[in-house]
């Protein structure tokens, strides 16, 4: 592996844990929120409700991410690249009713799922290089 390789990785490892710790704040901060979105967007029988899709995202993606942190790598990380690159918040539609029907509403938790996504896209990049796949 190359040096220049490996201080992609290192880079992209400290992106991943930075933005691991600044979800920590994003959910406190939309905390209020959340109280007011579960109240308009509930689930049903038949559906999760939008929080409880957000969480089954959040769960997946610290524990991921804690992985990474701590022991820089996944198990089976060609696996994990293929079930973080099918992850597409908004092909789940109560996330995408949402985020695209709530203009000027919710922009706290709005922020807190786009970042949810940019830490999937940086875990994908991350295990990538170190698979040698970039």
Known sequence: MSETTLKQQETTKAHIVYVLEQLTLAEQNAKEER?????EF?????AFSLLEEVELLTVNLRGYASQ???RGQIENEVQVIGQLQAMRFFNVPVIADFYFSTQGKYERMKSYIRMLDYLRLLMVEYLQLVLGFL
């Open 68 to 70: 990474i942190k701590e």
């Open 42 to 46: 509930p689930g049903n029988d038949e």
């Open 35 to 39: 109280q007011e979105i579960a109240v």
